[in-house]
């Protein structure tokens, strides 16, 4: 049972990787990454998050690596501390309060005891670069209150510093003013370009500055897509700065090699370009990775390079500039006009992606699963140019079927639309173009759904559209005489006084259709497409349309756009009850009849859990966030929880997730964010989640469900069973540890048969009395063994005889049993 504490909203992934720069580890082996409230741990060459750094309570700003020992990590957050990390075994060692808000940090090995800060003081846009010292002290928390001050007027974000010639000077740009404060010298040299509004000075806005590692030079990024190399800048007369120019827009950042024998750049062309001695003609060239280039990280050993994407995603590099790893989170959309699905497959969260693309992202592991590429082209970034929008997309017969709608229109007359209809193919794991329907209504389609009754024989989808019209698509056989297909064909079209349709859906059983035709709702016979019955109460269009589920499946529910949320009795035909609830979110749990329904006040989102068959909610929770809630989905538990109070028994079942306008991730737990995201959490599921492939049979757990169900207890311990392998070290050793570090397979195959073999000595307590030892038991047994086969003839003739005469057995007798006693015949039960 579980113990009953506070419900509380709860980040639970999907934060962004690339808010700040990536920090390697000084062996490479490691990449870091800020993501909302805590700091993950990535392997270079498996790509698998290792750690979890967890311990700040509020959006982590700065990484960098402790300068005096490389295994250590300093973080910094809006929290206003810092914190020093253990990386290696995921240990926070201390935390020093600083007291204000904390928007980047840097490390200098020549800074004894201090690391640099950026802080804002009065004015909300105003910030400054200062030193903060950290004392030594014993205890867990100190007080790090000693700031100097270095730099004013700067820009909030890391790219827009720089520190340079092993931190001799520091480097700040901010819209068109370069600082350079030298710390030797105490003194600031500042430089301007600029400002005109001609054409020629009009995009000279410095976007990123970095600095080389061993000379005096900086390296400036522009709005114009220029980079600016800066040199004799101790003097504000003498200074000299030559152009590089590729990047067609602004240069989003920039950063040296170790050496500073190149310059590495990036933008919104997604290509990483290497400038060779910082000359214009030796340049090199990494294409096509995938979305903008938003930061660029060189590892301390200079071998990896790391950039971060728009799209949430971080690619490592080789020194080469070949592609090594790419570590893909949550895409965060423009628009997710799709909403929020769960494949029933993977049941992994399944939403709009890149352009084009829907993402199948695994909640449990935080990680993105794969792509699948919806439009099928090239997409050009371009802010002008109208794109083809993903925006409808629903699963249907468990995962077997997806149908999906994608549009473009760049004037009102002309309306591109195309629906795709895609099966699931078992032999590539992934799903297949079946069917392409052009123009499958006249104008744009507002909702689409799947008849995902058990009993449903042939598959059924309907969709609905702004053209007044709903249609009824069918599973068809589509054969000729050169191959057997399947596909998809228009069986019947309904409307209703040529209202628009606006949402539609299927009754649990599959019996019925709800169709919401603006303010009224019609329900259609699933057999003859017959209309039964209509509902209208003129409270606004319909928003939302959901049948109830298992006991309440006689009720149907509809939030409209004027705050009404109305509960019609299928079986009256009439109006059960409505609340006024102005309804965002309006979602079915699957496997119970509660619903959760998400509604906007002037506060923020409350949410509010209930069944059809009372108004009266399970469950309230009010300003779950403060930003409006847009997409919600119940995700069914692998194991069921156990809450015993009623406000909570909503959640032993299923998870309610939701998203909101920010396109943060956001659930409802009872376990603090470090009990959810633990490493070892995330071991123990994928071990309980291993599909039935031939691994999973090394593992042994079938075996043990077997027995467990087809042999009694009291056969149990007679019989000596063969140990489980997920107990043996060689197997858990084989299964754990990573392919490319294991030794040859022919090693591995004797040391594998060994570890199945019954050894010897493997005996019970109960076959070997105490006054019998195993050396006299060997010498006795060929002495005794024609004595055995006569005592057993006469013993099995004696069988007749009545249960009140008991034999005593001799101790050959005793030897004899104990040998059957040894042989496993759990092999006959399968027969």
């Known amino acids: ?146 700031l100097s001050f270095v730099l004013d007027y700067i820009n909030q974000s890391p790219k827009c510093i720089a520190f340079g010639n092993e931190g001799e000077y520091v480097a700040a740009v901010r819209d068109f003013y370069l600082s350079v404060y030298f710390f030797k010298k105490k003194t600031t040299s500042r430089f301007t370009l600029s400002s005109s509004r001609n054409k020629k000075h009009a995009k000279n806005n410095f976007t990123c500055v970095a600095c080389h590692p061993k000379e005096d030079c900086i390296a400036t990024g522009h709005r114009d897509g220029k980079i600016r190399l800066w040199r004799n800048f101790d003097d504000e007369k003498k200074y000299t700065y030559t152009c590089l120019h590729w990047h067609h827009d602004l240069v989003m950042d920039l950063a040296f090699s170790v050496t500073g024998n190149s310059l590495l750049s990036g933008g919104r062309e997604s290509v990483l370009v290497e400038w060779r001695e910082a000359a214009e ?34 690619i490592i590099i080789h ?11 949550l895409v965060k959309d423009r628009n997710i006009f799709t909403g929020l699905m769960i494949d029933p497959r993977t049941k992994a969260l399944v939403l709009n992606g890149k352009p084009g693309h829907l993402q199948f992202y695994s909640l449990q592991s935080d990680k993105q699963l794969y792509n699948l590429d919806i439009i099928q082209q090239e997409y050009i970034n371009d802010d ?26 760049e004037k009102e007359t002309e309306l591109e639309l195309q629906m795709k209809l895609w099966t699931y193919n078992k032999k590539t794991q992934g799903f297949v173009l079946n069917t ?127 705050g009404i949320l109305c509960c019609w009795n299928l079986l009256s035909c009439a109006l059960e009850w409505s609340a006024k609830l102005n309804v965002r979110v309006m979602e079915p749990d699957p496997n119970s009849e509660n619903i959760a329904a998400v509604s906007q006040s002037s506060m923020g989102s409350d949410l509010f859990v209930f069944r059809p068959s009372e108004p009266r909610p399970l469950y309230i929770q009010k300003n779950i966030s403060r930003e409006e809630v847009q997409w919600g989905v119940f995700v069914p538990r692998d194991v069921p929880e156990s809450f015993t109070s009623e406000a909570y028994q909503w959640l032993n079942r299923s998870q309610f997730y939701f998203l909101t306008k920010s396109q943060s991730l956001l659930t409802f737990s009872t376990q603090s964010p470090e009990e959810k995201l633990t490493p070892t959490s995330k071991q123990l599921l994928a071990e309980e989640t291993l599909p039935t492939t031939p691994f999973y049979f090394i593992l042994g757990k079938h075996r043990q469900q077997q027995q467990d169900d087809k042999l009694n207890e009291a056969l149990e311990n007679e019989l000596i069973q063969l140990p489980l392998t997920e107990n043996i070290p060689a197997i858990s050793e084989l299964l754990h540890t990573p392919a490319h570090v294991l030794p040859s397979a022919s090693f591995l195959c004797s040391m594998f048969v060994n570890s199945l073999l019954l050894s010897k000595e493997t005996k019970s307590a109960e076959e070997i009395p105490d006054d019998v030892s195993m050396e006299e038991e060997k010498e006795s047994v060929d002495s005794d063994e024609e004595n055995n086969f006569t005592e057993e003839v006469q013993d099995t003739n004696n069988t007749d005889l009545g249960k009140d005469i008991i034999h005593q057995l001799s101790k050959s007798e005793e030897k004899e049993l104990r040998k059957f006693r040894k042989v496993d015949y759990s092999w006959m039960t399968a027969l």
């Open 1 to 146: 049972m579980v113990e009953e504490e506070s419900l509380r909203v709860v980040r639970c992934g999907g934060s962004e990787l690339n808010f700040r720069r990536a920090v390697f580890s000084a062996d490479s082996k490691y990449v870091f990454c800020v993501s909302g409230d805590f700091i993950k741990v990535y392997s270079t060459a498996t790509e698998e998050c290792v750690h979890i750094l967890q311990g700040h309570r509020n959006l982590v700003t700065g990484i960098q690596l402790n300068p005096k020992n490389h295994l250590q990590l300093y973080s910094c957050s809006f929290d206003s501390t810092i914190k020093l990390w253990d990386y290696t075994d995921g240990i926070l060692i201390k935390t020093f309060i600083v007291g204000c808000k904390l928007h980047a940090l840097f490390t200098l090995d020549c800074a004894e005891d201090s690391v640099f800060v950026i802080i804002n003081k009065e004015k909300p846009d105003v910030f400054q670069l200062v030193s903060v010292k950290l004392p030594k002290s014993s205890s867990q928390e100190i007080e790090a209150k000693e």
């Open 281 to 314: 003609k030796n340049k090199e060239f990494l294409p096509r990775l995938g979305a903008t280039i938003e930061h660029i990280s060189v590892s301390p050993a200079g071998d990896l390079f790391c950039t971060s994407h728009s799209d949430n995603k971080m």
């Open 436 to 562: 392409k329907v052009n123009m499958p209504h006249e104008d744009h389609i507002t909702a689409l759904c799947f008849c995902n009754a058990e009993k449903s024989e042939n598959p059924t989808l309907v969709t609905t559209s702004k053209d007044g019209h709903f249609k009824v698509w069918i599973l068809t056989d589509d054969s000729d005489i050169y191959k057997k297909a399947v596909g998809w064909t228009c069986d019947f079209v309904g409307s209703y006084h040529k209202y628009q349709a606006t949402n539609c859906c299927f009754s649990e059983d599959g019996s019925l259709l709800a169709v919401s035709f603006e303010e009224i709702v019609t329900i259609w016979d699933s057999e003859t497409w017959e209309l039964k019955c209509t509902f209208c109460q003129r409270a606004g269009k319909i928003r939302h349309l959901c049948f109830g589920r298992l006991t309440c499946s006689k009720y149907l529910l509809g939030a409209t756009e004027n």
């Open 319 to 329: 020194r080469n500039l070949e592609v090594s790893a790419v570590i893909q989170g």
């Open 384 to 409: 002008g140019l109208i794109q083809i929008e993903l925006t409808k997309a629903a699963f249907g017969c468990y995962g077997n079927w997806l149908a999906t709608v994608e549009q473009r229109q």
